[in-house]
């Protein structure tokens, strides 16, 4: 129903738009000078068709249901059912189910009695929606067919209709960003009433599943999180990350010949774009068991399965494409004179690289790296399935060991009250990462920034 | 085919060709560089004078796909010979380019740099006498002396030009390439870098490329014109500017192309 009619909103716009233009062919032939071109009062005449439709629309669906509700419980059959808001708010939705759908089945025995009124409300103001929408693509059409005219700036109006459909798209990005954190800083603002942030920041005990009545603050210290974030993604992902990465970009752009190039690059590309999950198996099922044999046979007591090496490793094999690619621009936009004036000195290419090309480098590459560990210190699969749940303060990798990722992923996964301070915490954690990654990419994008401009 | 002997000659080259791929780039080029003097290679541009330079010190190699034939002698050896090592060969014949490059790192460190990786310092004290010879030759030492730890990159276009001719001098070379040093300078930094050339020009063998026919004419004591990939002319700069043998050197030196 409803497409239908959006549907038919968009056909009388096309409609517009030929007869717009056709009118406006006639003007161009009968006149000698037209300020726009036909095809613009077209696209004019088109939008002031289309465009009050959809905002009729748009607004009806806000305020008609409401409506309808309102007359539904003043029907003879509505003023029987419960007044408690909740049941009420239910039975009507059952009803609106049931007259989509006439299977449908409902808890509540009202909402099959209100199903009738409700499918005649509904239809009633569906049928009053239409009629506004028809005229207000009628009153738009009119208004812009009077200004088919040889003077009106049609290609203008047009050109900032576009101009305004762009910066909406764009803005529509911005402010889903800024509602993600409104609801980030929101949420945890709920948690740190109930928790000191300083006890969250600075303590060493983290067990939300004992955390009932007084004894909030003592277990909700977050750093043995923080600690396994940072020993997984950013020291042991990044020891293995940065010089595999780094060594397989100086091969690309300084060793390797066009054809190897053009086979290795998008092998390595591949790398970035196989599905964390797939990390997840591999480090959780192959890497993991691996480890722990390795450690038993070298007389470990009681390795664990799951450990901080296994997820940092895989998690840092994730990472190379990242710092290689970024390393990768950062070698070849230093200006080729500076490789030759090394080697001109008489510098062989290893003293080359290692002298002149890295250290011009450097800045991209540091750029990249801190890309490269805010990626890592979000990434979630691999500590999931890897990485293990136990909240340890410790500095042997063959432990497990747990991360912020983790945890969120813990606190918000089955039955959970939604008000708790557990399940707040979450949101609390989600804050402190986001803040992190923040920081991180800010920095990182001022350097790459500066770099550009140095060898501009 | 004109070809000019030196008693003393430094470099010489024997039908030289130079192919980009399947491109010829220098067809049969001879030519005697000599010791002492400073020779120019001028033409207009794309006619294969800097490509000619670069075979001079083996910097094409660094090139893909850039062949050299012929025979290129330094001293009498054939630096294309297997035995030669294009490392060995650099320190020998340094090279300044046309845009200063120097390196990302302090004016001191710039200049030792050559020195540092060719071993040619065992001390502290040693390293700053050839850092300060070096500067004082590309006349840089009086302006820097007091800021030696600034980045290299942080003096103007000339200076940094002079440090690059610093950095090339501190390995002690024989030959001195350089391709257009002056085109990326103003005209006040321009004659302190033909000064420098002039002070030089008794040490090392001097090779400059130039777009400028009056800084061939002003620097230079040999010119050699180049056209289309073949060396045309060559002979004493004086002679090639007042009285041209062939009717394409005149050409491009009254300005009929170029």
Redesign the interface.
Same mark, same amino acid.
């Not at chain 1, 004179?337 to 062989?348: E, I, K, R, V, Y």
């Not at chain 2, 490392?87 to 320190?91: E, I, P, S, T």
């Given at each position: 129903m409803t497409a239908a009619v959006l549907l038919a909103a968009f056909a009388l716009g096309a409609i517009g738009w030929f007869v717009a233009r056709a009118r406006a062919r006639l003007l161009y032939a009968g006149r000698e000078s037209m300020h726009s071109m036909p095809v613009y009062h077209a696209w004019h005449l088109a939008l002031w068709v289309v465009l009050p439709a959809l905002v009729v629309w748009g607004l009806w669906s806000v305020i008609a249901p409401p409506i309808v509700d309102g007359v539904v419980l003043a029907s003879p059959a509505g003023t029987q059912i419960p007044t408690d808001p909740v049941q009420r708010a239910a039975i009507l939705s059952e009803a609106r189910g049931i007259a989509a759908d006439p299977s449908f089945i409902g808890f509540y025995d009202q909402s099959s009695t209100i199903a009738a009124p409700m499918r005649a409300a509904q239809a009633r103001f569906g049928l009053i929606g239409t009629v506004l929408m028809a005229l207000a693509a009628l009153a738009g059409g009119g208004y812009a067919w009077t200004r088919v005219t040889g003077r009106f700036p049609a290609r203008t109006r047009v050109e900032r209709a576009v101009m305004l459909t762009l910066l909406a798209a764009s803005l529509l990005a911005i402010l889903t960003t800024l509602g993600i954190i409104g609801s980030l800083v929101f949420e945890a603002g709920l948690f740190f009433r109930d928790v000191s942030p300083i006890a969250f920041l600075t303590g060493l005990h983290w067990a939300p599943a004992n955390a009932v009545g007084d004894d909030l603050n003592a277990n909700f210290g977050a750093v043995p999180l923080f600690w396994g974030t940072i020993f997984i993604g950013a020291i042991i992902a990044m020891i293995v990350a940065i010089p595999l990465g780094l060594m397989s970009a100086v091969y690309l752009t300084q060793y390797a010949?066009?054809r190897a190039r053009k086979v290795l690059k998008p092998v390595l590309e591949i790398l970035a774009g196989i599905p964390t999950v797939v990390y997840g198996y591999f480090a959780a099922l192959t890497v993991a068991p691996f480890i722990r044999d390795l450690a038993a046979s070298l007389g470990a007591q009681n390795p664990s399965t799951e450990s901080a090496l296994a997820a940092g490793l895989v998690m840092g094999v994730m990472i190379i494409p990242f710092v290689s690619s970024m390393a990768d621009d950062a070698i070849a936009a230093v200006?080729r004179?500076?490789?030759?004036?090394?080697?001109?000195?008489?510098?062989?290419k290893s003293?080359t690289i290692k002298?002149?090309l890295l250290?011009?480098a450097l800045p991209g590459i540091v750029a990249g790296v801190m890309l490269a560990v805010s990626r890592a210190i979000g990434e979630t699969m691999i500590v999931v399935m890897a990485a293990g749940a136990a909240a340890r303060l410790s500095l042997n990798p063959l432990e497990s060991m747990t991360t912020v990722t983790y945890q969120i992923v813990q606190l918000l996964t089955g039955d959970q009250e939604f008000n708790s301070p557990k399940t707040l915490s979450a949101f609390a954690l989600g804050l402190v990462l986001f803040v992190v990654t923040l920081i991180l990419n800010i920095i990182a994008l001022r350097v790459v920034k500066r770099f550009r401009e140095?060898y501009e | 085919m004109p070809e000019a002997k030196l008693p003393d000659s430094k470099l010489t080259a024997r039908n030289v060709d130079v192919f980009y791929g399947d491109k010829k780039a220098i067809d049969d080029v001879s030519i005697d560089i000599g010791n002492g003097v400073v020779t120019a290679f001028i033409g207009p541009s794309g006619c294969g004078k800097s490509t000619f330079l670069r075979t001079l010190?083996r910097?094409n190699d660094?090139i893909?796909g850039a062949r050299v034939t012929g025979q290129i002698l330094l001293d009498g050896e054939d630096i294309y010979d297997r035995d030669m090592d294009p490392?060995?060969? &650099? +320190?020998r014949v340094?090279?300044v380019?046309?845009?200063p490059?120097?390196?990302?790192?302090s004016i001191y460190e710039n200049v030792a740099?050559?020195p540092r990786?060719?071993g040619l310092a065992q001390a502290k004290p040693e390293m700053d006498a050839i850092v300060e010879k070096a500067l004082t030759r590309a006349g840089l030492w009086n302006e820097v002396k007091d800021r030696l730890t600034d980045a290299g990159?942080a003096l103007s276009g000339g200076q940094q030009q002079r440090l690059?001719i610093a &950095? +090339?001098v501190a390995?002690s070379p024989e030959v001195i390439l350089m391709d257009e040093p002056c085109s990326a300078l103003d005209p006040i930094a321009t004659a302190r870098i033909e000064e420098l050339i002039e002070d030089l020009k008794d040490r090392y063998a001097i090779v400059i490329v130039t777009h400028s026919m009056q800084q061939a004419a002003r620097v230079s004591q040999r010119t050699a014109f180049f056209h289309l990939g073949k060396m045309v002319e060559y002979g004493d700069t004086d002679q090639i500017f007042t009285n041209p043998r062939e009717e394409r050197t005149k050409d491009y030196i009254t300005g009929r192309y170029g």
């Open positions: 010949d066009r200006p004179a500076m490789a030759d004036g090394s080697l001109a000195m008489g510098a062989t003293e002298k002149v250290p011009a140095a | 010190n910097m660094t893909a490392v060995a060969l &650099r +320190a340094g090279m380019f046309q845009k490059n120097p390196f990302p790192k740099y050559g990786i060719h990159t690059c &950095r +090339a390995v």
